[in-house]
């Protein structure tokens, strides 16, 4: 549980280095895509806690969480629906990232999805 808060703590900080920082502790012996609490702890808090590191304007945020959402779909579609709610809000945003936002879901989008994720980003993509 421990490792759980350190890795949501490094997640939320807000500052321009985070994401570099969450994408290197993906590789760290702790973390694994096979553990739900890590994946939440790590990217979870990116994507839900640290909103000015995910919204980045120049959308590495929204890709990063699409990359990582399509690689855990096979192995874990609960946790990579979850994931995905963070795109929720994505219409509320400003012009260039809600651009850029709907470009990572239509990404996701077009993969071959589990049932669960097919339904969280149709309904992201579809909600007015």
Request: hydrophobic share 45%; no cysteine; aromatic share 6%.
């Amino acid at each position: 549980m421990i490792i759980d808060k350190w890795l949501a703590l490094q997640a939320a900080i807000p500052e321009a280095a985070t994401l570099d920082r969450v994408r290197a502790l993906t590789a760290h012996p702790a973390f694994s895509l096979a553990n739900p609490n890590r994946v939440r702890a790590l990217i979870g808090g990116f994507a839900q806690n640290n909103q000015t590191q995910f919204n980045r304007t120049d959308g590495a945020g929204f890709e990063f969480l699409a990359d990582t959402v399509l690689e855990l779909d096979k192995k874990n579609a609960q946790v990579a629906a979850r994931l995905t709610t963070a795109f929720r809000s994505w219409r509320a945003l400003e012009s260039m990232r809600r651009g850029r936002a709907e470009a990572a879901l239509r990404r996701i989008s077009a993969a071959n999805l589990s049932r669960d994720l097919r339904d969280i980003v149709n309904r992201s993509l579809d909600a007015s």
